[in-house]
Each structure stands twice: as structure tokens, then as C-alpha cells.
């Protein structure tokens, strides 16, 4: 009998596995990768009475090989909060699904556990963007920790697994989780491996500021237009700069480009003033799509870079 732990590379899945297996340790193949890879299960090759555990991927982009690993007879273990679409049911299948807004993997496995490792959960719910179900969590600890640091180790683990491949990134999200993994709380890691944190700091900061630095193709009063190059770092901080530059000028519209064999992966951001119309300028062009506040295009060819910075400028105008 085999066992395989599948989770998804970021905070969330990283924080619900440790907390499952400093609780009931097991050897297990693991199978992870970047945030947006969620496909994880058809990497999976189990076979009967092989025991898998999945967690913050969602059931309904696995559904083919959730069905054909149940086939096969092995027994799984399923924890999520993304929406499933139907829900499967089988005999060998144990489902943890919650899609509450205020919930995530790392809570649904600290209430699986009844709290037994509920630190590596608060860090995951930071991690997940969900303050208040950390701060909740939190309170249940025997004593309260240092909640700003733990909200940042939680943030930088997330950070961690932003990038388009596993080479992207500073830590491939299975050596971050066996480096975690000894560690029974953040405290005891934050004391006895310093260097981790230094690391994941170092890493951000640095993308950070290679983001807000990089070349403005528009930088007006209403829309600034940010062109980053074929990098890695670029590649792990589009998402997080379009954020902090929301923040930073609320009363702007911000699209962050990323240059990419086949033109640009476009990010647009609406004002956080005004969270409308992203959607709008994006749907305009073909592999466009995404809600009112954030929206994207996944391939904008060179020769429209024109016409999309005019759509733009009039959305915002
Ligand atoms: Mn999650």
C-alpha cells in the first residue's frame, strides 16, 4: 500500500498538509507545483487500497482523475473550498468541502483535527488572505502569539508559489513544505531555521522593487501601464505588484504586462475607488475575461499593445 499527499503549493495547502502529517506522520509520494497548477490528481498513479490526500485543489478541475483513482480502488482523503461542481460519491471517497467565503484548506483540516496543530493553520488562513479566521483561530491557542509575524511568514509562503513553473520560484513548494515540516509551530521554526524567513524576505523585497521600478508605458493621473520583461521575477511578482499599486494610488486603474513568448499575459486592475470596468477592456480582446475589479488577458499578441492601452485610457478617462 502506497500513500500520496497532493497539495496545492501555497500557503493554504502547504499549512493543512503540515498540520495532517505532524498529527499522524506518513511516508507519501508528494505531488505539488505552482499556485495555479491545480491539476495535481492527474499526476496520481495509485492503485488499490493506495490512500491519497488532496487538499486546496479544486474537485471539480480533477474530477476525470478523482473518478478513475476510485476506479482503480484507492481510498481517498478530499479537503477543499473552491467550488466543486457536482459532488462526487463513492465508497472509498471522503469529501471535506466547504465554500464559505471565510474558510479555507487550512481551517477545514484544523477543525478536521479538532485544533491538535491549529498554529500551522493560522498561518495558512494569513497566507490564504482570511485575517479574521486566523485571528479566530489564533484565540484558541493556549497563548497568543506575535500575530504580525506570523501574518507575514503566512503571506511569504503564499508568495512563494507565484510563477508560471516550479523553476520560477525560490523554493520548489515540496522542499518549502519538508523544510516546515519539522517544526511544530511558526514560533519553533522562526527560532530554529531564521534563515528561511531571511530568504523568503530577501526574495520578495527584491521582486518588489524590480516591479515598481519597471518600465511605465503610461503613467497618467487615471491609468499607469507597467511593462515587465520574460523573467522569473516577473513572472512571481504580476499579481502582488498589481495589489500593492492598487493600494498605493487608490484613484487609479493599473495594468500590469508581462511579456511572454506569444506577446503579453495582461493584468488589469480597476481603481479601488471605482472597481468597475476591468472586465469591460479585457472581454475586448480575445482570451480576455475576469470580474468588474480584476480582470486579465492571457495572451494579448504585440501588434493590439496599442489598441489595448486606447481601450483603456478610454475606460478610465
Ligand atoms: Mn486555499
Known sequence: ????????????????????????????????????????????????????????????????????????????????????????????LQLLINTAPEICTSALVNGHLSGACASWAVVGCFGDNLDQTAERVAQ???ALPNLKLWRELGILINYNAYGAHVSDLHFDPESLYR????????DICLAEDPELMQILQAGYRQDMSFGETANRLINEASVAVIRLPDEPWAR????????????????????????????????????????????????????????????????????NLSTFIDVLKKQYA
Not at 42 to 71: M, P, Y
Not at 237 to 265: Q, W
Open 1 to 92: 500500500m502506497a500513500y500520496f499527499d497532493v497539495f496545492n503549493g501555497d500557503a493554504d495547502g502547504i499549512c493543512a498538509l503540515l498540520q495532517l502529517r505532524q498529527h499522524t506522520p506518513r511516508i507519501a509520494t508528494l505531488v505539488t507545483g505552482v499556485k495555479r497548477d491545480i491539476g495535481l490528481l492527474s499526476r496520481v498513479s495509485a492503485s488499490s487500497g493506495d490512500v491519497v490526500t488532496v487538499l486546496d485543489v479544486a474537485v471539480e478541475k480533477n474530477r476525470l482523475d478523482l473518478d478513475r483513482l476510485l476506479q482503480l480502488g484507492a481510498e481517498i482523503f478530499y479537503v477543499d473550498h473552491h467550488n466543486p461542481g457536482e459532488m462526487p460519491s463513492a465508497a472509498g
Open 140 to 142: 484558541t491557542l493556549p
Open 179 to 186: 523544510r516546515l515540516l519539522p517544526h511544530a509551530s511558526p
Open 236 to 303: 512571481r511578482v504580476s499579481g502582488v505588484l498589481g495589489n500593492k499599486l492598487a493600494l498605493d494610488t487608490p484613484y487609479r486603474a493599473h495594468a500590469v504586462l508581462t511579456e511572454i513568448p506569444e506577446g503579453f499575459l495582461v493584468s488589469v486592475r480597476a481603481p479601488l475607488d471605482n472597481r468597475i470596468g476591468a472586465d469591460t477592456v479585457c472581454r475586448q480582446f480575445p482570451s480576455g475575461g475576469g470580474r468588474a475589479a480584476a480582470a486579465g488577458i492571457n495572451q494579448l499578441p504585440k501588434e
